[in-house]
C-alpha cells in the first residue's frame, strides 16, 4: 500500500460547483498534513495546511480524520483558476514529506 | 523576497557528462529538498539538508549527489547523467518539518 494515496480523478466540474478531494495515508504516527495545488509545468504551491479541527480559508475547507487517517479538501463555488492538480502532503515528524500522486481537478465554463 | 530559486531552468546533458544545479532561498530556513517529478511517479525525495553543513539521503539518491556549505544554498550534482534522469527536479525549504514547503520554479533537465 502508497503511504498517501489520493482519489485518481481527472474530475471535471462545471464554475461553481462544489468539489471534494480524498487522501489516504498509511503511517499513524504522522504528524502534519497539507494540500498543496500545482499548475500545469510550474512548481507547487502550498494551498493549506490541516489542522485536526479542521480549517477554512475562503471557499476551501480541510478536514483530517486521525482515526481513519483521512484527510480531505472541499472546494466550494469553483472558479476556472481552481483547474490545477491538488496534492494531498503528509509529514512525520524526524522524517519527510511524503507525497500523493495528485487529483486533477478541471473546472469548466 | 524572491523565496526559492533554482538555476538553470533548461539544461540539456549528454549521457556521461556532469552537472550541478542550484538552489537559493533567502527565508532563513534551516531545513532544504531536492525532489525530482515524472510523470506518473509524482514527487520524490532525493536529499534533504536539516542545515547548513548536514546532508541525508532520500528516497532516490543514486547517482545524485548534494552539498549545503552555506545554509542558504542547496546544490544537486549529476556526476554521471544517465537518459534516465531525464526529470524535473525541484529545490524546496521550510522553516521545519512541521511547516509546509515552498518550492522553486523547477529545473527541467533531459539526458540524451
Known amino acids: 500500500r502508497k503511504e498517501v494515496e489520493q482519489d485518481p480523478g481527472p474530475f471535471n466540474v462545471p464554475e461553481g460547483a462544489t468539489v471534494a478531494f480524498n487522501c489516504t495515508y498509511s503511517?499513524?504516527?504522522?504528524?502534519?498534513f497539507f494540500w498543496y495545488r500545482q499548475d500545469c509545468r510550474k512548481e507547487p504551491k502550498l494551498l493549506m495546511s490541516?489542522?485536526?479541527s479542521g480549517n477554512e480559508d475562503g471557499r476551501f475547507t480541510a478536514q483530517l480524520n486521525r482515526a481513519s487517517q483521512y484527510i480531505s479538501l472541499l472546494i466550494r463555488d469553483s472558479k476556472l483558476s481552481d483547474s490545477a492538480t491538488y496534492l494531498c502532503?503528509?509529514?512525520?515528524?524526524?522524517?519527510?514529506?511524503?507525497f500523493g500522486p495528485g487529483t486533477r481537478l478541471s473546472v469548466l465554463p | 523576497n524572491a523565496g526559492v530559486t533554482q538555476t538553470p531552468k533548461f539544461r540539456v546533458l549528454k549521457t556521461g557528462q556532469s552537472m550541478t544545479l542550484l538552489c537559493a532561498q533567502d527565508?532563513?530556513?534551516?531545513?532544504m529538498y531536492w525532489y525530482r517529478q515524472d510523470p506518473g511517479m509524482g514527487l520524490r525525495l532525493i536529499h534533504y539538508?536539516?542545515?547548513?553543513?548536514?546532508?541525508a539521503k532520500g528516497e532516490v539518491p543514486d547517482g545524485y549527489n548534494v552539498s549545503r556549505l552555506k545554509k542558504q544554498n542547496f546544490l544537486l550534482g549529476l556526476e554521471s547523467a544517465a537518459p534516465s534522469q531525464t526529470s524535473v527536479y525541484f529545490c524546496?525549504?521550510?522553516?521545519?518539518?512541521?511547516?509546509?514547503?515552498?518550492f522553486g520554479p523547477g529545473t527541467r533537465l533531459t539526458v540524451t
Open positions: 524546496a525549504s521550510s522553516r521545519a518539518p512541521i511547516s509546509g514547503q515552498y
Open positions: 503511517n499513524s504516527a504522522s504528524q502534519s
Open positions: 490541516v489542522y485536526s
Open positions: 502532503v503528509v509529514n512525520t515528524y524526524g522524517q519527510n514529506f511524503v
Open positions: 527565508m532563513n530556513h534551516e531545513y
Open positions: 539538508s536539516v542545515g547548513e553543513g548536514t546532508t
